[in-house]
């Protein structure tokens, strides 16, 4: 990655593939790392126990044959990528993980992470699924606790408060950056296309060091208000501006994103894991820094949740404030909780908004790739014609 000129061409598979060298080094000189599969793990807590967190969902097509061996076919591609690249000895990540953690989302994820316990020591946190429950923010934070507690022993080493609050911090001035990076794209047209924000974000999000890491988001972030000041956009003016909802905005499993800039159309902005709205809410540490990181993961809108109305909140204010002229709303195959709120997604656009929107169900494999195209070339044509709303 050359974060001046933002390019990025590797891919996902050669990006953890050299990721996994740099682990390797830092596992002979000490460090702990802890593998981790969802936007509601609360990474700070990690941090302050001075471990290295990696990423270990899977977004490629390769492990999928080996997963359905002892998963069944019909669930989703990230479940069964996720599993099957530990299994099958295709990540290079995987066997340096000290430890995983994951979360009771979805029930795939749930009775995956029972097998895949079997390959490493693993903690899963007990998600409470109904957020606006006052009872769930008491009992989501008496299982971040618990998990201080795996980790402490898991890793053989104390969590103090200061180290929370540095991690805090940390995490903080992360997502700060991240969310001024993402509202480069109110710009019009914008600098950065959206494949090639996905590309670095993701690259850039394998890192040892976090304070590396954040001087690589200010570079990116200067050099995306420079092209804005300069003009020097990424597109045409007459692309059609797409939000981006759901699933499948990753490096990996971004083939519907690429086939819609090679449409025509530019994703100025993405909502949900991966995107603008992951920045959201800041920790602010008070008197209780455990207390404060449950509360910041407890607001992250997945539609595991029930309900999930941030969701279509945020869908409504990203339309406005990003100037969105259609919305492409992805789910996996055999994903219910994202394929059912799209009937609330919808709403939104077409009702509220009076928008083009597609709703777009799909897996890893390129088989219906030909299919997907002439879907989304008539999408953007829509959106440029004024058609059909
Ligand atoms: S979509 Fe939901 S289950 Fe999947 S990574 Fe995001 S928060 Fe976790
Ligand atoms: S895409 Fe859906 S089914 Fe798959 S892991 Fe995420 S929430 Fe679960």
């Not at 990006?15 to 390797?24: I, Q, W």
């Not at 979805?106 to 699924?129: A, F, I, N, T």
């Not at 494999?365 to 014609?385: P, T």
Request: hydrophobic letters at 40%.
């Amino acid at each position: 990655m050359n974060v001046m000129t933002l390019e990025h061409t590797r891919t996902i598979d050669e990006v953890k593939t050299s990721f996994a060298l740099a682990l390797e080094m830092a596992k002979d000189e000490g460090h702990k790392v802890v593998g981790c599969l969802c936007s509601y793990f609360p990474r700070e807590v990690a941090w302050a126990a001075g471990a290295i967190t990696v990423g270990l969902c899977g977004t490629t097509q390769g492990p999928i044959e080996a997963a359905e061996q002892v998963l069944p076919a019909d669930q989703c591609p990230m479940v069964k990528a996720t599993y099957g690249r530990a299994i099958n000895n295709t990540c290079p990540i995987f066997p340096l993980a000290d430890c995983i953690v994951g979360e009771t989302t979805c029930d795939g994820r749930k009775k995956m992470y029972e097998v895949l316990g079997r390959e490493k020591s693993m903690h899963v946190m007990d998600l409470p699924q109904k957020p606006e429950n006052p009872a769930a923010l008491r009992y989501w934070i008496d299982e971040v606790h618990r998990l201080k507690g795996f980790l402490e022993a898991q890793l053989d080493c104390r969590i103090t408060h200061d180290a929370l609050l540095a991690a805090i911090e940390q995490g903080n001035r992360e997502r700060v950056l991240l969310k001024r990076i993402h509202q480069c794209r109110k710009s019009h047209p914008v600098p950065i296309m959206g494949l090639d924000l996905v590309a670095l974000s993701t690259s850039m999000s394998y890192t040892i060091d976090r304070k590396h890491y954040l001087k690589e988001l200010e570079s990116v972030l200067e050099e995306l208000r420079r092209r804005i000041a300069a003009k020097q956009f990424a597109c045409s003016a007459d692309r059609p501006r797409i939000l981006w909802t759901g699933l499948g905005n990753s490096l990996g499993c971004d083939k519907v994103l690429r086939l819609v800039e090679q449409s025509g159309g530019v994703v100025v902005c993405q909502e949900g894991c991966g995107g603008v709205t992951r920045m959201d809410d800041q920790i602010d540490p008070g008197d209780d820094p455990i207390e404060a990181i449950a509360r910041r993961y407890l607001k992250v809108t997945c539609a595991s949740m029930s309900p999930n109305n941030t969701r279509f909140e945020q869908i409504d204010r990203l339309i406005t404030e990003y100037k969105i002229q259609g919305v492409i709303d992805l789910a996996w195959q055999s994903c219910h909780a994202f394929n059912i709120e799209s009937f609330r997604v919808r709403e939104v656009v077409k009702e509220k908004h009076g928008l083009p929107y597609l709703h777009i169900v799909t897996d890893y494999s390129q088989s219906d790739v030909g299919q997907l195209k002439v879907r989304i070339e008539g999408f953007i044509e829509q959106i440029k014609f004024g058609l059909g709303r």
